[in-house]
């Protein structure tokens, strides 16, 4: 019984595999006929304004830059927020939630963008 089960697997994942290349082969002829299409849906701009804290311990500023206070911290993961707008290197933000050291949600600071990481929308179809 075990051997049958294996021997139909085995024909199942051949039939799939050989599939796979078939459309693979056939993918580059398809792209050669509309070459001016693919590039423009590689650079599709990120529209999503989300940005997520990817420092361990981030000052969260009352401006963009360093000599400004720091209205708080933020941390890896735990804490994001909306692009408000940015200066140079420096993004403003509001925060989505309240954040893991208490900053209410809704505050709005600045970080300096080395430490932020964009969310990316993903196209599932």
Request: proline share 4%; aromatic share 6%; charged share 15%.
């Amino acid at each position: 019984m075990q051997k049958k089960l294996i021997g139909r697997t085995g024909i199942a994942v051949a039939t799939i595999a050989m599939g796979a290349v078939a459309s693979m082969g056939a993918a580059p002829a398809a792209l050669a006929s509309t070459p001016a299409q693919a590039p423009t849906a590689l650079a599709a701009k990120n529209t999503c304004p989300t940005w997520s804290v990817t420092g361990k311990a981030v000052n969260f500023r009352s401006g963009p830059g360093t000599q400004y206070r720091s209205i708080g911290l933020l941390h890896r993961w735990d804490d994001s927020g909306t692009k408000v707008s940015s200066s140079g290197s420096w993004i403003k933000i509001k925060l989505d939630h309240k954040s893991k050291t208490g900053l209410k949600k809704g505050t709005t600071g600045w970080v300096s963008k080395q430490y932020l990481e964009q969310c990316v929308y993903m196209q599932l179809d």
